[in-house]
């Protein structure tokens, strides 16, 4: 069975699972559960997930083989998190929690058609420098490094971005 990537609405039935496998993917990243915790307490926390629930420029994708969650990433196409990028309707995948490649593939082609469908011109990437799964696929999708000046806590392993122009 193929894995499809969907939209899904941030509730009790699955905010404890996404919080798991949130504090799961970051303390395997980082090698250190500590970090991973404070890292996924932060961004992806029950209470993170439901404050974003609330927060229209702000999606959660899902990858599902059969009815069973495997993956998700966030959608953001606030627009003050994504000016200053050299695009008029730019949109960016992070916080990205996969266990395999074919989930991860998934996400990202989802969100690609999500983004032309609604005439995004850019679409980028945070990823996390220990995160060699992810860049390696971002660069087979082709998607390019580039510079971004964001102001990142220290306590966090080095960050890389990728963009990658939509539509014509």
Do not use: C
């Amino acid at each position: 069975m193929s894995k499809v990537a969907k939209f899904v609405v941030i509730i009790n039935d699955n905010v404890f699972w996404m919080e798991d496998k949130a504090v799961q993917f970051y303390t395997n990243l980082f090698k250190e559960k500590e970090i991973g915790e404070k890292y996924a307490e932060e961004h992806l926390s029950q209470k993170e997930l439901f404050r974003i629930q609330n927060d229209f420029s702000i999606e959660i994708l899902m990858a599902y083989l059969d009815e069973t969650p495997q993956s998700y990433l966030k959608l953001d196409s606030s627009r003050i998190l994504n000016e200053n990028l050299g695009a008029s309707k730019a949109i960016n995948l992070s916080e990205i929690i996969y266990f395999d490649e074919e989930d991860l593939k998934a996400l990202i082609k989802r969100a690609e058609e999500i983004a032309s469908q609604r005439k995004h011109d850019l679409i980028w990437v945070k990823a996390f420098a220990v995160d060699t799964a992810l860049i390696a696929i971002l660069r087979s999708l082709n998607y390019e490094e580039f510079d971004l000046e964001e102001t990142v806590e220290d306590q966090f392993p080095k960050r890389i971005y990728f963009r990658k122009k939509m539509g014509a």
